[in-house]
């Protein structure tokens, strides 16, 4: 936890599109890895590897590239008309600090990337 505080303001301060950027990497590795990680999956919760690689792994894939899909098309900072024709008032939608992500044993890489990616492009 210190550390990822102490990572944080760093971690503010990169525009969305860098760690948009880093997911998609992610994504890379994640596909590359694919067989890996079915097998980690399989050794450490116990299903049957075919299911790993058939299921859980695709799972994860699949809520790395939503997460990607949707932080491309959302608008982290957006222009408030007030009224006075002018662009000084803004919303800007940044993450709140550091956080704990607890997951069930059953379906971890569904529960972990679901979680991790859109805390890493928020």
């Not at 939503?66 to 098309?73: F, L, Q, T, Y």
């Given at each position: 936890v210190a550390a990822a505080s102490a990572a944080l303001p760093k971690w503010q301060s990169t525009p969305p599109e860098e760690?948009?950027?880093?997911?998609?990497?992610?994504?890379?590795?994640?596909?590359a890895r694919a067989a890996d990680i079915a097998a980690?999956?399989?050794?450490?919760m116990g299903a049957p590897v075919g299911m790993a690689t058939s299921r859980q792994v695709p799972?994860?894939?699949?809520?790395?590239?939503?997460?990607?899909?949707?932080?491309?098309?959302?608008?982290?900072?957006t222009a408030v008309d007030n009224g006075k024709n002018d662009a000084n008032h803004r919303v800007v939608h940044e993450g709140i600090g550091v956080c704990a992500l607890i997951t069930p044993w059953n379906w971890p890489l569904n529960q972990i990337t679901h979680k991790f990616a859109a805390a890493a492009a928020a």
């Open positions: 760690r948009i950027a880093l997911v998609e990497k992610l994504i890379e590795v994640y596909k980690v999956t399989s050794a450490e799972a994860g894939l699949g809520n790395l590239q939503s997460v990607v899909n949707g932080a491309k098309r959302f608008e982290f900072e």
